[in-house]
């Protein structure tokens, strides 16, 4: 197999292992012919999965966007949007989403749920209680979601954009919106501390993250508040909605200013635009409204030159663990904007296909048969993450980390791992 180059600019993605093959009697297998291939990356290429949920509950048949999901990502973001998930108190929609994280998990999909605490698209009865009880509730909340989902989902965006939290004052219905209102009377690094406490106590071995489309000095203030008041986080969030334009080297300097904490950076909600872009003087995505915004030839290749380009340097960062792409498809896109990989009517655009190419194609180790040495041994090499080995009739498991290692895949016949 194709040793590592270090001189690559994804060196530090990759892996090799002499790893000793051992049939079902536990000795080598000297000298016999085993097929390699790659199952999944350790890198979290993730995609929110909102558009399959009703698929993975039998409602819909999405069949072929379910296909296309999972022949590019291997990590699931689920929503948890107070309003949407509880709209009526005490009525959550547990069942539906434990049924959808099933499902992903299944197909060898990990799963983050987003996000536990938000100040917008809000539960309205909330906002109908005294501020001492909201704390009361959102504490519960937190505490009810990870529980119930622990085993399910092992991720979660702990609080959401907490840097505009306590300021956000869009109340259309003329209610003051109770999260907001607690993060007024808590302050910023004590909501961030609720959030993260809280879903501990549910489950310890939890990851959790801060994450914000602010990326201005004023978060990079706040985790550095958040870090010295003792609250542990597991990795820091960072959104890239680009509509307006892909951002470029910008996207190194994130990984840079994001990184110098010592924690590993996520690029929690990518979107790189197909058709027209949105003007640069709105401040506000949520203000752009149009009546139509379709996806174009033009912006297509565009797209796709841009996802190649967001790709590599990204995976090619070493500070940068995880890139999820916010919406696969344009039907019912965010902001009905032709964010997709793949248009309405179900077809592929280039930027799909050149992702694959990346992900399923470079970055990947398709079937490849080697033959073992007199000792049973044979070389593994490629992006670390879980692979196969396979000998006739029988199969074993490997992880393959970064770096040189040595490992032992005892092989088990089809017939007993049934």
Not at 88 to 115: C, I, M, N, S, Y
Not at 258 to 285: K, N, Y
Not at 295 to 320: C, D, F, I, K, W
């Amino acid at each position: 197999m194709t040793p590592t180059d270090p001189a690559s600019p994804v060196a530090h993605r990759r892996g090799e292992a002499d790893v000793t093959v051992l049939g079902a009697d536990g000795e080598p297998l000297a000298n016999t012919e085993v097929v390699i291939e790659q199952t999944r990356h350790e890198f979290a290429f993730g995609c929110i999965g909102f558009d399959l949920i009703d698929h993975a509950n039998g409602t819909a048949d999405e069949r072929h966007l379910a296909a296309d999901w999972l022949g590019l990502f291997n990590f699931a973001v689920l929503p948890f949007y107070w309003g949407m998930f509880e709209p009526e108190r005490g009525r959550p929609d547990t069942a539906r989403l434990q049924q959808a994280a099933r499902w992903f998990g299944e197909r060898g999909v990990r799963v983050k749920g987003h996000p536990l605490v938000w100040h917008t698209v809000k539960a309205a009865w909330l906002d109908q209680v005294p501020t001492e009880e909201v704390e009361r509730l959102v504490r519960e909340r937190v505490r009810r979601e990870v529980h119930d989902f622990a085993g399910l989902i092992d991720e979660w965006d702990a609080i959401n954009e907490v840097v505009i939290m306590p300021d956000f004052v869009n109340e259309p219905d003329g209610v003051p919106n109770a999260v907001s209102r607690l993060a007024r009377e808590l302050g910023r690094v004590e909501m961030v501390r609720l959030a993260v406490d809280e879903a501990r106590a549910s489950d310890p071995g939890v990851r959790l993250l801060l994450n914000d489309f602010d990326l201005s000095v004023d978060y990079e203030r706040l985790i550095e508040q958040v870090l010295e008041a003792g609250v542990r986080l597991d990795a820091i969030g960072v959104q890239t909605h680009m509509h307006q334009g892909f951002r470029g080297a910008q996207l190194l300097e994130l990984a840079d200013r994001f990184g110098r904490f010592g924690l590993p950076v996520h690029f929690t909600e990518t979107t790189i635009l197909s058709g027209d872009l949105m003007p640069a003087d709105i401040v506000d995505l949520n203000d752009y409204v149009v009546d139509a915004w379709p996806s174009t030839p033009e912006g297509e290749a565009r797209q796709a030159r841009e996802l190649e380009q967001h790709y590599r340097m990204l995976v090619g960062h070493p500070n940068v663990a995880s890139i999820t792409y916010w919406g696969i498809t344009d039907r019912g896109a965010w902001l009905g904007a032709p964010v997709g990989l793949v248009r309405a009517d179900g077809r592929r655009k280039p930027g799909y296909d050149a992702l694959k190419k990346l992900i399923k194609g470079e970055w990947w180790v398709a079937p490849t048969a080697v033959r073992t040495d007199d000792a049973g041994r044979v070389r593994v090499a490629g992006f670390a993450g879980d692979y196969a080995v396979t000998a006739r009739d029988a199969r074993g498991e490997l992880t393959l980390t970064t770096g040189s290692s040595t490992a032992r895949v005892a092989l088990t016949p089809a017939e007993a791992a049934r």
